[in-house]
C-alpha cells in the first residue's frame, strides 16, 4: 500500500477525476433514481434520545461569527442545548420540500447534489444533561444514539498525536464521509466533493462556535484506523475524514493521560459493536480511486501524525505564496463592525439556500469586499499554521460589481486588494467553465480557488489533498453565510478543471481548481 508521503496516488487521482468537455460529453453515467441512496444513517436497533429542540438565541451577528473565533485557551462549560445548536444548525434539517418524485430534507448547510454525505459522530465526557459517551447524530430525529457509553476522549487524544485543541475538548464532533452517497450522482469525483461538503458544514459549526463562545479548532491529522475503530464504522463505505474539538477545560489532558477501563488505549481493546444499518440502496457501485485516495493518505501511528501537522509551506510573504501585485490593485471597502447587518448567525443559516437562478442585476464594492474580508480571517486548523495562512488562493471572475471593473482578478488576503489580471467581459467564458451552467454567466461574481498542490504535497503528503479540499470548503461556506448575512445568494459549483487555469493563466499556470462559489443577487424561478 502506498504511504503518505508517496505522492503518485494523490496526483493520479486529481488528474483521473478531472472535467473537460469531452470528458462529460463521453460519460455514459446516468442517475439512477430507482436506487438513489437513503439521506440517513438508521441504526434500527437503537432508539435515539431526543434533543432540546428550541434554538438558543445567541444575538451575535452573524458577519461577527463568521470572521471571529474564542480564544483556544478560554474554558467554557459545555451543555445539552449547546450541542443541540451546535448539531442542528450545522447539520440539523432546516426545511422539507416535496416534489414530484418524494421530498428532500434541506439541511443547514449546502452540500452538493443535497445528498449529504457527511455523519456527525460526538466523542464527550459528561456534560451537563449528556452523559459521556460515543454518539452518532440522527437528524431524521434530531436525537443522539449512544454507540458506547463511558469517557472515550483518551483514544482520540492518542489517534490526533496529542493534538492540544483535543486534549483539552470536553466535546470532539467527529465527521464522517460515505462514499456511496454521493457517488450515486458524481462518482469517483465524489472525494473532491468530501472536501468541500464536509467544508461548508464546519463553517457552520466554527460561526456558532464561535456565536456560543467556544473555542473550536478543525484537526485533519489523525490516526485513521484508531478512529474509525471507535465508531464502528465499515471503512470500505464511510471513513473519518475530520475532527473538531470543542471547548476547553484546562484541567483535562492530565485525567486523559491516565483513561479510565471504559476507554483502552489500544486499538485491538475497542470491541467491534456489530450494529445494524438500513442498506442505503438497493445495490451500491464501487469507484476503487476514491478508497485507493483515503487508504494512500491515512496515517498510522501518533508520531507519523505529529510528524504530519506543523507549519503551512508559505513562501515567500508570511501569510501567502502569492507574487507580489503586478497589476492594477483594488483596495477593499468592507464595511465595519459599526456598519454590518446585525442579523444574527442561527437566522441567516436558517435562512441560506442555494441560489437556483441569479437576476444580472449588480451588486457593491462594500458587499464583495465584506465577503472576502469576513471569510478569510483565519481558519482554526492543525494544517494552517500560522494561523490566517491559507493553502488556496482566491480568484474571481467580476461581472456586475458597481466600483469595479468587469474582468478577471486574483486577492491577495495580506493587503487586502484585488489585483486585476485582465478587463474584459466574461460572462460566456463563465458560463462555460462553470459546466456550461447558466448559474455562473449570470452570477455578479463567480469566487474560483485554485492552490498549488506541490508545495501543499511536498509537506503533507497525499493527505494534503483532503486538507486543500476542505479549506476551500470552509472557505466557500465562510462566503456562502457572509453573502445571505447582506441578503445575497450564492450556490457551489463544479468545473472544467484545466479550463479554468488556462482562464486565470499565465498567473494561475501550474495550480489547479479546486472550488467554486457563485454570488450575486437571486431570482424568483419562473414558474
Known amino acids: 500500500m502506498p504511504t503518505n508521503a508517496n505522492t503518485e496516488t494523490a496526483w493520479n487521482y486529481h488528474e483521473a477525476t478531472k472535467h473537460s468537455y469531452t470528458s462529460i460529453r463521453t460519460n455514459p453515467h446516468f442517475l439512477d433514481f430507482g436506487n438513489q441512496p437513503l439521506p440517513f444513517k438508521i441504526y434500527p436497533a437503537l432508539e435515539p434520545s431526543r434533543m432540546p429542540a428550541e434554538l438558543r438565541q445567541t444575538g451575535v451577528a452573524a458577519l461577527s461569527a463568521i470572521a471571529g473565533g474564542v480564544p483556544a485557551q478560554t474554558n467554557t462549560a459545555l451543555d445539552s442545548e449547546a450541542v443541540a445548536q451546535l448539531l442542528y444548525l450545522s447539520a440539523g434539517i432546516t426545511r422539507p420540500r416535496k416534489y414530484s418524485g418524494g421530498e428532500i430534507y434541506f439541511r443547514a448547510a449546502a452540500c452538493t447534489g443535497a445528498l449529504y454525505e457527511v455523519e456527525l459522530y460526538l466523542v464527550c465526557g459528561d456534560l451537563t444533561n449528556l452523559q459521556a459517551g460515543v454518539y452518532h447524530f440522527a437528524p431524521a430525529e434530531f436525537g443522539l444514539r449512544q454507540l458506547r457509553a463511558g469517557d472515550y476522549r483518551s483514544i482520540l487524544v492518542e489517534a490526533a498525536g496529542a493534538e492540544p485543541s483535543i486534549a483539552h475538548a470536553p466535546l470532539t464532533i467527529v465527521c464522517t464521509c460515505t ?29 456558532v462556535a464561535t456565536a456560543l463562545a467556544l473555542p473550536a479548532k478543525v484537526v485533519c491529522g489523525f490516526v485513521d484506523a484508531t478512529v474509525n475503530r471507535l465508531l464502528d464504522v465499515d471503512s470500505q463505505r464511510e471513513v473519518a475524514f475530520s475532527l473538531v474539538a470543542l471547548g476547553h477545560d484546562s484541567g483535562l489532558s492530565a485525567q486523559l493521560a491516565a483513561p479510565p477501563p471504559s476507554a483502552p488505549q489500544a486499538l485491538a481493546d475497542i470491541p467491534p459493536l456489530g450494529l445494524e444499518t438500513v442498506p442505503l440502496s438497493r445495490d451500491e457501485i464501487d469507484y476503487p480511486l476514491m478508497r485507493e485516495m483515503h487508504a494512500a493518505s491515512s496515517l498510522e501511528s501518533a508520531i507519523e501524525v505529529t510528524a504530519w501537522r506543523g507549519r503551512t509551506p508559505l513562501n515567500p510573504t508570511p501569510m501567502t505564496n502569492l507574487p507580489p501585485a503586478a ?187 479546486i472550488f467554486l462559489v457563485a454570488v450575486g443577487n437571486s431570482a424568483r424561478l419562473r414558474q
Request: proline letters at 5%; charged letters at 20%.
Open 327 to 513: 497589476g492594477p490593485v483594488i483596495q477593499l471597502t468592507p464595511l465595519s463592525d459599526a456598519e454590518m447587518p446585525r442579523d444574527p448567525i442561527e437566522q441567516v443559516i436558517l435562512r441560506r439556500g442555494s441560489s437556483r437562478q441569479f437576476a444580472r442585476t449588480p451588486i457593491t464594492l462594500t458587499q464583495l469586499s465584506t465577503m472576502l474580508d469576513r471569510a478569510t480571517r483565519g481558519i482554526p486548523a492543525d494544517f494552517l499554521n500560522p494561523f490566517g495562512s491559507q493553502l488556496n488562493h482566491v480568484y474571481l471572475i467580476v461581472h456586475a460589481v458597481e466600483g469595479l471593473e468587469s474582468g478577471a482578478y486574483v486577492f491577495h488576503p495580506d493587503r487586502r486588494v484585488l489585483e486585476c489580471l485582465k478587463r474584459g467581459n466574461f460572462r460566456d467564458e463563465a458560463g462555460y467553465l462553470g459546466l456550461e451552467q447558466q448559474l455562473p454567466a449570470d452570477a455578479a461574481v463567480n469566487i474560483f480557488f485554485l492552490a498549488d498542490l506541490r508545495p501543499i504535497f511536498n509537506r503533507f503528503g497525499n493527505r494534503g489533498y483532503r486538507a486543500v479540499q476542505l479549506e476551500a470548503g470552509i472557505l466557500g461556506g465562510k462566503l456562502y453565510l457572509a453573502a445571505y448575512a447582506q441578503r445575497l445568494g450564492a450556490t457551489g459549483l463544479t468545473f472544467y478543471d484545466d479550463d479554468v487555469i488556462r482562464f486565470f493563466s499565465p498567473h494561475a499556470e501550474g495550480k489547479s481548481a
Open 179 to 207: 462514499y456511496w452517497r454521493n457517488a450515486w450522482k458524481y462518482q469517483a469525483r465524489t472525494y473532491r466533493h468530501f472536501g468541500w461538503d464536509n467544508g461548508t458544514l464546519l463553517a457552520n459549526l466554527l460561526a
